[in-house]
């Protein structure tokens, strides 16, 4: 008789254990959330994400949810005046980690330590070192990982690669380019000589370079892409001096970086300044140019003349940002000669974040966790949900190339495109993006002065000089002497 009862009550508990854990887990049950609404506030491309996973959770749990999709220009602001007023409109939001500083910093987000240790993560293992720092902030984590943000170096092959162009370049500037090209001022030749002739035989012309360079629409980090190589070295970030919190943007290697981007404006095509990301994206799969830098977004157009017109499909290579051969060492205040090349981690990433107002944060992080797990997000990073604009960030999603194909990549395409993004993101001397208190404001107003230049209106040196007295005004605003800690604690520096 008493074995019997051991029995009775092991089995007791073993299905009591069994009824926490299927309560406790951070995959979604049936119909746990039945009557319940989250309201997401996101913007375009990322909407597809949402969208594609939404009827299908919807159905399986019962909850509703509801999307609040506005412009990237206005995201920041639409986000932060729900924070100020309290009024707690979004459950769940949708936002780059670049404004780390202001939402985990500022504490509007909720941590998720509790929800993670009560309900269990997808595999946090499987995410890549470089993306768990950006959704983290004082050593809590503030945000779940969506996507790996870095820039990167595309080109077209059959222009780079072909043997009569490369040696009319030889002939014309005197030596044999890389491939991929390794500095900018490769770039610069490279540009020069594939502009304002129709090198793939379209019957159109065709120009060296683009980039995003419209107002408001990110502009800014395809100026930073070239201000990396100038004026930092692999690991020292050049934002700030981190002992007296000194701006740096008007120091001879930014200088430079803004002189470069000048120049670079004559060999892109017609109507360069109204190209916002979307834009840049579009032109450069229709074939319009040599040579543009984004994140992964261009390598997912490309797989699909049916949806984006890609005219490009199997005719891109990729490679990482181009390097230059000095750098600007501002502690040194002297110019270092010698090749020099630096990753970055621009925009930091893509992650969504549980408002501290929302009202439904369990249903809310059980819907992030859902279509971020590893079998789900990689969907969304390799082109079966077509452009949603995240880019791989798990280890798994660089391992199974099946998928990849799947979406419509060649294997020796998806290949090195793969292996371009994971060796940058798995760079420990990587520079990560601002992420300090004000961030958006540092770079609003490199923003407005870059659309300047780009524009001819001012010069590169007046131009960085103009932000520097912004920059300095912004770091008075928010405590120069905070800032100067965050910014230390966010370079892993000790504190003063």
Not at 228 to 233: I, V
């Amino acid at each position: 008789m008493r074995k019997l009862l051991w029995c009775v009550a092991l089995v007791v508990l073993l299905v009591a254990a069994s009824a926490v854990a299927a309560e406790k887990t951070w995959e979604s049950q049936p119909g746990e959330f039945k009557g319940q609404t989250i309201t997401v506030l996101i913007t375009d491309p990322h909407s597809a994400v949402v969208e594609s996973w939404k009827p299908e959770w919807e159905a399986l749990t019962g909850a509703k949810v509801e999307m609040v999709v506005v412009p990237y220009a206005s995201l920041y602001d639409k986000m932060m005046t729900d924070f100020i007023t309290g009024t707690g409109a979004y459950d769940l939001i949708c936002w780059p980690s670049t404004w780390a500083g202001d939402v985990m910093g500022g504490g509007w987000v909720l941590p998720l330590e509790d929800l993670m240790k009560e309900y269990g993560y997808p595999d946090w293992d499987d995410v890549v070192p470089a993306i768990k720092l950006i959704v983290s902030w004082g050593g809590k984590v503030y945000a779940l990982p969506y996507d790996g943000d870095c820039h990167m170096l595309y080109y077209r092959k059959d222009a780079l690669e072909n043997p009569d162009y490369r040696a009319k370049f030889k002939e014309k500037y005197g030596y044999e380019y890389n491939i991929p090209p390794k500095s900018w001022e490769e770039i610069m030749d490279i540009a020069e000589f594939f502009t304002g002739w129709d090198w793939d035989n379209d019957g159109e012309t065709e120009y060296g370079i683009a980039f995003i360079a419209q107002r408001k629409t990110q502009a800014m980090w395809s100026y930073l892409d070239i201000a990396m190589q100038y004026a930092a070295q692999p690991g020292v970030a050049p934002f700030f001096d981190p002992d007296t919190m000194e701006p740096q943007v008007n120091n001879p290697g930014w200088v430079e970086a803004m002189d470069v981007i000048q120049k670079l404006t004559k060999f892109a095509p017609p109507g360069l300044l109204s190209y916002g990301y979307s834009e840049l994206r579009q032109a450069f799969v229709s074939g319009n140019s040599a040579i543009a830098l984004d994140w992964g977004d261009i390598g997912i157009l490309e797989q699909s003349p049916e949806k984006y017109g890609s005219k490009v499909k199997g005719l891109l290579g990729y490679g990482p940002l181009p390097g230059s051969m000095k750098t600007y060492d501002f502690r040194a205040k002297q110019w270092i000669e010698g090749y020099n090349q630096v990753n970055f981690l621009n925009f930091g990433g893509w992650v969504f974040s549980i408002s501290k107002f929302s009202k439904n944060p369990v249903p809310a992080y059980k819907f992030a966790t859902y279509f971020t797990a590893p079998e789900r997000s990689l969907l969304d990073v390799c082109g079966v949900h077509g452009y949603t604009g995240a880019n791989p960030w798990r280890f798994s999603h660089f391992k199974n190339i099946d998928k990849w194909i799947e979406g419509g990549w060649g294997k020796d395409s998806v290949t090195k495109y793969l292996e371009t993004i994971q060796t940058i993101l798995s760079d420990p001397k990587a520079i990560t993006d601002l992420r300090i208190p004000g961030a958006a404001e540092y770079y609003d107003y490199l923003d407005l002065y870059l659309a300047e230049v780009l524009s001819g209106t001012k010069a590169p040196k007046e131009a960085c000089d103009a932000i520097y007295a912004e920059w300095v005004k912004i770091t008075e605003a928010h405590g120069k002497e905070k800032q100067k800690a965050l910014y230390r604690e966010s370079l892993g520096l000790p504190a003063e």
